[in-house]
Nanobody, 120 residues
Framework: QVQLVESGGGLVQAGRSLRLSCAAS????????MGWYRQVPAQQRELVAS???????RYSDAVKGRFTISRDNAKNTVYLQMTSLKPEDTAVYYC??????????????WGQGTQVTVSS
C-alpha cells in the first residue's frame, strides 16, 4: 500500500492563497493518476482536481480557474495550489491515488486529510 502524506492546510483569509502538498512513499505518477478531494461534514467527498499519468488535468466547476494541480516526479509529490480562496472552499482536503491512468472510479489509497479553513 502506498502511503500518502498531506501538508499545507491551515486558516487563511478569503482572497488569499494556499498550497497543499501530498508526498507519496514511492514513485507512482507514471502509472497512477492522482487527485485532490475535499469533504465538508455531512456531505460526500468531492473530487476537485486530478492529473493523469501523462499530466492531463481536470477540475470541478467550483474550483476551475482558481486551483491548479501539479506534481514533482523527482520528489514523488503532488500539489494543489489554491488561489482566490472563498469561505465555501473550507473543507478537509484529501490526496488520493488511482490505479488507473486517469482519475476514474474510486481511489485505491487516501491521505490522512488536511483542514483548510477560509475566513470571510
Amino acid at each position: 500500500q502506498v502511503q500518502l502524506v498531506e501538508s499545507g492546510g491551515g486558516l487563511v483569509q478569503a482572497g488569499r492563497s494556499l498550497r497543499l502538498s501530498c508526498a507519496a512513499s514511492e514513485s507512482i505518477f507514471r502509472t497512477n493518476a492522482m487527485g485532490w478531494y475535499r469533504q465538508v461534514p455531512a456531505q460526500q467527498r468531492e473530487l476537485v482536481a486530478s492529473m493523469s499519468t501523462r499530466g492531463m488535468t481536470r477540475y470541478s466547476d467550483a474550483v476551475k480557474g482558481r486551483f491548479t494541480i501539479s506534481r514533482d516526479n523527482a520528489k514523488n509529490t503532488v500539489y494543489l495550489q489554491m488561489t482566490s480562496l472563498k469561505p465555501e472552499d473550507t473543507a478537509v482536503y484529501y490526496c488520493a491515488r488511482f490505479l488507473t491512468t486517469f482519475a476514474n472510479g474510486s481511489p485505491r489509497d487516501w491521505g490522512q486529510g488536511t483542514q483548510v479553513t477560509v475566513s470571510s
